[in-house]
């Protein structure tokens, strides 16, 4: 079955420590988005890429990092320069050749930072 | 003023109520788009609307573009539709979606 897989589920991490969270998609989907879900905010968006060995800042892109070099992996990296990394993170995907389609989530990794 | 507003925050039904929850954009959109979040996190598309209602099963979703607002409607409410709903629109913009907070529903027996 097509879909997006994100690990871990929870991840756990002392300050100052950077950290990698995975997503991976089968469904062949030329976007991927990462967004960032507080209690009592919607969905943030950090960082998107359209294509291979491109990508770019979303509303929140400060303390994080991506890169895009297969089409199927868009892996987000948490830096310590993120001050409030405890949160819960989904990645999401679509395809642009169908621009007004549904997106498909992921599962999300809640990442709480101690 | 956020772009989507949603409401209620909170609902809470008994099963078999019909359910209905609201969503205004203050925005140019070209679809708007509802998302179930279960408690789990994970997020699962529901509609994707660009004009008119959308029906699958017990739910329903209508657009009005000219007002700017959008509902859901459940009916028959279960306590398996108890989740976040949420509310998104496409700007049009490399697909990016903005989003509304959402609303809990709690529907009991």
């Known amino acids: 079955d097509g879909g997006i897989t994100q690990s871990p589920k929870y991840l756990f991490r002392k300050e100052g420590q950077n950290v990698t969270l995975s997503c991976e998609q089968n469904?062949?989907?030329?976007?991927m988005y990462w967004y960032r879900q507080d209690p009592g905010q919607g969905l943030r968006l950090i960082y998107y890429s359209q294509i291979v060995n491109d990508f770019q800042k979303g509303d929140i892109a400060e303390g994080y990092s991506v890169s895009r070099e297969k089409k199927e992996s868009f892996p987000l990296t948490v830096t310590s320069a993120q001050k409030n990394p405890t949160a819960f993170y989904l990645c999401?995907?679509?395809?642009?050749?169908?621009?007004?389609?549904?997106?498909?989530f992921g599962q999300g990794t809640r990442l709480t930072v101690v | 003023k956020n772009e989507v507003e949603q409401s209620p925050q909170n609902l809470t039904a008994q099963e078999g109520e019909f359910i209905t929850i609201n969503c205004s954009y203050s925005?140019?959109?070209?679809?708007l788009h509802w998302l179930q979040q279960h408690p789990g996190g994970g997020i699962v598309s529901l509609f994707m609307l660009s004009s008119g209602k959308k029906k699958h099963g017990r739910l329903i979703a209508t657009i009005n573009i000219q007002e700017k607002h959008s509902s859901l409607h459940i009916t028959a409410s279960h306590p398996r539709d108890s989740a976040v709903y949420i509310c998104?629109?496409?700007?049009?913009?490399?697909?990016?979606?903005?989003f509304g907070t959402g609303t809990r529903l709690q529907v009991t027996l």
């Open positions: 925005v140019g959109i070209s679809a």
């Open positions: 998104a629109v496409n700007t049009g913009t490399a697909s990016k979606l903005t």
């Open positions: 999401a995907s679509r395809d642009l050749g169908r621009p007004n389609t549904e997106a498909f």
């Open positions: 469904l062949n989907h030329d976007a």
